[in-house]
């Protein structure tokens, strides 16, 4: 099963026993999933949830699943959207991302430091989250997952053009939201 794509383990998934080619699909993906969910949503929790459902949405849709894109676009596009519905239904809770920033460049860190870093850190997890849905959502998808302009566009069913002027503002705004503390100013 290791051998086949995405595209082919979908499917098989379409026969009579999806078991071994599903699993597999659920090996590639499903901790970028929940990393990706995570940084979308704040909440690991609801992450793991968002995760869950995607796989179950897509295994339940499998027989009118068409290869039209790459897998990975179709799976992201159904996690955004869930995504997206648990924002729109006011569920999801408020925990802080995962420390993405810190910096471990050093193997016997001062504590200063890593008070510091933790601050920094923190004052960004909330930046990240103070945007809207829609900025938010591409800034995960090209910072944090390494997804292609072209690739958030067909996710998101938008033009290259708005992926990238989305992108563009959320930085903007980060930026101001975090003058100070790229300015050196606590």
């Known amino acids: 099963m290791r051998g086949l794509s995405d595209e082919e383990l979908m499917e098989l998934i379409k026969g009579n026993d999806p078991r071994l080619a599903f699993e597999e699909l659920m090996v590639r993906y499903e901790s970028r999933l929940v990393n990706f969910l995570n940084r979308y949503t704040g909440s690991l929790q609801t992450a793991e949830n968002l995760t869950q459902e ?28 869930l995504a997206i519905d648990e924002f729109r239904k006011g569920q999801r ?10 910096d471990k460049a050093s193997d016997n860190p001062d ?21 809207d849905e829609k900025h938010r959502s591409v ?33 903007k705004k ?7 503390l790229l300015n050196g100013d606590s």
Request: no cysteine; hydrophobic share 35%; net charge positive.
């Open 54 to 81: 995607t796989f179950l949405r897509i295994y339940k849709t499998r027989m009118t699943y068409e290869p039209t894109a790459k897998f990975k676009t179709y799976l992201y596009r159904i996690a955004t959207n």
């Open 111 to 131: 504590p200063h430091n890593l008070a510091e870093q933790s601050e920094r850190a923190k004052k960004v997890r909330e930046s990240v989250m103070k945007l």
């Open 139 to 171: 800034l995960v998808m090209k910072w944090f997952e390494g997804l292609r302009y072209e690739q958030i566009a067909k996710i998101l069913g938008v033009s290259v053009g708005t992926v990238k002027s989305r992108v563009h503002y959320a930085l």
């Open 174 to 180: 980060l930026e101001v939201d975090l003058k100070p």
């Open 93 to 102: 809770r408020k925990e802080e991302l995962k420390d993405d920033f810190s």
